[in-house]
């Protein structure tokens, strides 16, 4: 349950800098302090989001491959953010300058993004092998639903981009569905989707990538790019 799961009010009351200490310093002043972004980070911003990343296969994967951008993976399970928590840190000790640029925070990636991110601030968003909710009374559980995507919509930037990728058949056309649908995303073609870097990743880097991988079974990708609305915002 996430009733004691705690929202900033807006994304101006969110301190990142617990999550991505070495893109921020922090001074005291006096009873205050003060949190500032470093020099050579002015303005930087979380741009990727992994929706219920899991064990963090993918935000390790694409930290290296994006070394300036940060990364966001979002986990509703106690003991999965722990164990991404305390996997980040490791990497950090070992290799104290790389993957600075990920984290993991305990949330309903289904509820408040808004008060996380501002209008257009991301440029990927991945819901990769998502719970499929089998039962009909179910699928209003699901993670990509109309009323979500508008809020996806919302805090992904025009020429964003919505991977998604699913063993389950019936999935895949419920979310190609809802994503056809909606007039804020289009469909991008599979040989454009093929040449997009994250890809690999996205079919393979993850836990539950590696298990369909060894039990055989298939995966259904479908990417969607945030386009503009009438009035072009
Ligand atoms: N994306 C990962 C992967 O490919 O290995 C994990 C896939 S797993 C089947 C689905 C994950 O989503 C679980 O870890 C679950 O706890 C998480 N999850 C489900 N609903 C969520 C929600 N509303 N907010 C955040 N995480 C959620």
């Known amino acids: 349950s996430d009733h004691y799961l705690e929202y900033p009010l807006s994304p101006a009351h969110m301190d990142w800098s617990t999550h991505y200490p070495k893109f921020f310093t922090s001074k005291s002043d ?21 929706l219920g990343c899991g064990y963090g296969g993918l935000l390790v994967a694409l930290s290296t491959l994006f070394p300036d951008t940060l990364m966001l993976g979002m986990e509703i399970r106690v003991k999965v953010e722990d164990y991404v928590r305390e996997r980040i840190n490791a990497l950090r000790s070992q290799y104290p300058e790389q993957y600075q640029n990920v984290s993991i925070i305990r949330m309903n990636a289904m509820k408040f993004l808004p008060n996380f991110f501002e209008k257009g601030q991301l440029s990927k968003m991945f819901f990769l092998f998502p719970d499929p909710h089998f039962k009909t009374r179910k699928h209003k559980a699901r993670i990509i639903t109309a009323q979500l ?7 992904l930037r025009v020429g964003g981009i919505i991977y998604t990728i699913t063993d389950v058949k019936d999935l895949n056309e419920w ?4 994503l056809d649908d909606h007039p804020l995303f289009e469909r991008i073609p599979d040989d454009e989707v093929e040449k997009d ?3 690999p990743h996205v079919r393979t880097a993850t836990e539950e990538g590696k298990k369909v991988e060894r039990n055989n079974g298939d995966k259904f990708l479908a990417c969607y790019k945030r386009i503009a609305d009438n009035d072009s915002s």
């Open 30 to 50: 006096n009873n205050q302090t003060l949190v500032t972004q470093s020099q050579s980070s002015i303005q930087k911003k979380v741009e990727f989001a992994d």
């Open 197 to 199: 870097p994250v890809i």
């Open 149 to 155: 995507l508008s809020e996806y919509a919302y805090v």
């Open 175 to 178: 979310m190609v569905k809802h």
